[in-house]
């Protein structure tokens, strides 16, 4: 059984920074991409950044790009957000997922290519 646990998240000013983690139980965790995704209130779940299964490779959603940084330590099974410049716009539930399969990163962006989910951690940003 698999768990995804995201913290971090909280109220934060315009500018400010934020970093959420993401702490996964269950075997193989350095087998899979890992992604971020957001979802702010009446929108649609949308990408945010995703890390190979070996941390080579990082990709982010061109919103994010250059303010966000994403990482993960496969010691600690963990995969974390670090979230700078940050934007009123960025006010979301942020959430951690895993993708479906080993060893693949291809449509990393896409939300029904990760089969498990945390629960969410609110991030609000004011102006």
């Known amino acids: 059984q698999v768990q995804l646990v995201e913290s971090g998240g909280g109220l934060v000013q315009a500018g400010g920074s934020l970093r959420l983690s993401c702490a996964a139980s269950g075997r193989a965790f350095s087998s899979y991409t890992m992604g971020w995704f957001r979802q702010a209130p009446a929108k649609d779940r949308d990408f945010v950044a995703a890390?190979?299964?070996?941390?080579?490779?990082?990709y982010y959603a061109d919103s994010v790009k250059g303010r966000f940084t994403i990482s993960r330590d496969n010691a600690k099974n963990t995969v974390t957000l670090q979230m700078n410049s940050l934007k009123p716009e960025d006010t979301a539930v942020y959430y951690c997922a895993r993708r479906f399969v080993m060893y693949s990163s291809t449509y990393y962006n896409l939300e029904r290519e990760y089969d498990y989910w945390g629960q969410g951690t609110q991030v609000t940003v004011s102006s």
């Open positions: 890390i190979r299964w070996d941390g080579s490779m990082t």
